[in-house]
């Protein structure tokens, strides 16, 4: 399409000169602008689009958007002035994909935990039943059943609009997407239209972008006050955020609980190693899966897809054959030896106490719970104490390691995370940072019947260290032990 035309499909304001040159394609990246492109300049939170707007011309660029004062030496590029740049991208990366998100059924799941498993649970229940569905998520994207690496839990807007356009163009009918509260706050998903959107929970995360929980949570929210009179709301009402994401969305308003009264409701009878036996919305059902976090998943899957108009029967015999998410409470049995390993992404406050309050209530008498936990460098360093705490108390023993350090000290985050530790549970814990190292040690400690915890880094299959990212799989490391 031509420029004013890819502007008049974004409602964005055009009087340029080169109105009727073809574009050839966007980017908000100066280093991928090729001839014809137009170049959208964002103020991010460490680099300024702005600043490389000479680089875009030079590259090819057309036009370049802007939203604050710009010195460029090329007067035959169009200049494009917007309010909010990041909010432009979205819309014009929509617009110049041919709106994408209209072509299809699109779910964004948002909260700071079970996002993962639940778009996964859904695509995986969606693929059963025989639909093309697509994925977004922090694991993997999926376009049915061709699997295409993942960077970030939401992408840039350009790189979803493209992804999207592909889902569409392969046949999906339904794509879900994890909506993460950076990409919410910093407009990746505007210019997109939902069938609907789904709150998890909340609890601590994030603090080192949104810098206080209120503007985490507001950031959430704002996905909630975008949706459209038709789409649906659908939130966990046994969290006590639940109500304020409802709080001025146009979108029809739904809850799903296990404690409470709600359009969807889920009753744990039994939780065992070998998975949960429920009854959800009057039928029983026995699951695969394992833990009351998973219980909160699998309603909420059932949840959307009842909102899609698909039968409680299809829904719940599907539900009742899947897994779960890579690296979400994988367990690997070292039949050998009696011992169960659960490797976990477990990387927040909230998500690391479910974790252990789940096995911890499996173990046996006369076994053991061993946990390896770590921290991520560069990031809420608030969460360090209060992991390590956990790990602690709920553990037989406990070792603190590395996560992803990236270029902080790796010692100074163990040292957070040992503050935390109670009088009482400080001969509970070791500090070993070799992540491996820490994970041939719990192998050591483990005797038959034992439960060891291996949680931080989850589907990871890399560590991050002096800004090099290292081939490192946590799932590996320990087949690679049990099979030596």
Not at 150 to 174: F, I, Q, R, W
Not at 178 to 192: F, K, N
Not at 216 to 240: P, W
């Amino acid at each position: 399409m031509n420029l004013s035309t890819l502007f008049d499909l974004a409602n964005i304001p055009f009087n340029g000169s080169n109105g009727n040159m073809t574009v050839s394609g966007i980017a908000i990246d100066s280093r991928t602008v090729k001839a014809n492109y137009v170049f959208i300049a964002i103020e991010g939170s460490t680099q300024d689009g702005h600043e490389y707007i000479d680089s875009a011309i030079k590259a090819g660029a057309i036009a370049v958007v802007v939203q604050k004062a710009a010195n460029y030496n090329e007067e035959s590029v169009d200049l494009i002035k917007v309010s909010d740049s990041a909010k432009a991208a979205g819309l014009i990366a929509s617009a110049y994909y041919g709106a994408p998100s209209e072509k299809v059924k699109l779910v964004g799941i948002t909260g700071t935990n079970g996002k993962t498993t639940t778009v996964t649970l859904l695509h995986q229940l969606f693929s059963l039943m025989g639909i093309r569905a697509g994925l977004i998520s922090t694991v993997e994207n999926i376009i049915g059943t061709e699997v295409i690496p993942s960077t970030h839990t939401t992408p840039d807007p350009v790189s979803l609009n493209e992804l999207l356009a592909k889902m569409a163009d392969g046949g999906c009918d339904y794509v879900f997407m994890e909506v993460s509260s950076h990409a919410a706050h910093q407009q990746r998903i505007s210019g997109l239209r939902f069938e609907g959107g789904v709150f998890t929970n909340m609890s601590h995360d994030h603090l080192d972008y949104h810098n206080t929980f209120d503007e985490y949570i507001a950031a959430k929210k704002s996905f909630f006050d975008g949706l459209r009179g038709e789409s649906f709301a659908l939130v966990n009402i046994d969290d006590k955020r639940g109500m304020v994401m409802l709080q001025n969305t146009k979108a029809k308003q739904y809850t799903y609980s296990i404690r409470k009264s709600a359009d969807f409701k889920g009753k744990i009878f039994e939780n065992t190693l070998e998975g949960l036996e429920m009854e959800i919305d009057q039928v029983h059902v026995h699951l695969r899966l394992i833990g009351e976090f998973n219980a909160y998943n699998v309603v909420c899957a059932y949840g959307v897809a009842s909102l899609l108009g698909f039968s409680k029967t299809e829904i719940l015999t599907g539900l009742s054959a899947l897994a779960g998410a890579r690296g979400r409470f994988e367990t690997i049995r070292d039949i050998n030896r009696g011992v169960l390993y659960i490797v976990d992404y477990a990387h927040t406050p909230d998500a690391l106490e479910k974790v252990l309050k789940t096995i911890h209530a499996m173990v046996t008498k006369q076994a053991s719970l061993i946990s390896v936990v770590g921290c991520g460098g560069n990031r809420d360093g608030a969460k360090r104490p209060v992991m390590g705490g956990l790990a602690a108390k709920w553990s037989k023993e406990a070792i603190f390691t590395d996560d992803n350090p990236r270029k902080e000290d790796p010692v100074s985050i163990t040292d957070a995370m040992q503050s935390g530790v109670a009088a009482d549970d400080r001969e509970k814990v070791l500090i070993i940072n070799d992540r491996k190292q820490a994970i041939h040690t719990a192998f050591r400690l483990a005797k038959k019947g034992d439960i060891v915890l291996v949680a931080g880094k989850g589907h990871e299959t890399y560590q991050e260290i002096n800004g090099v990212k290292h081939d490192f799989d946590d799932r590996k490391v320990i087949e690679d032990i049990i099979g030596n």
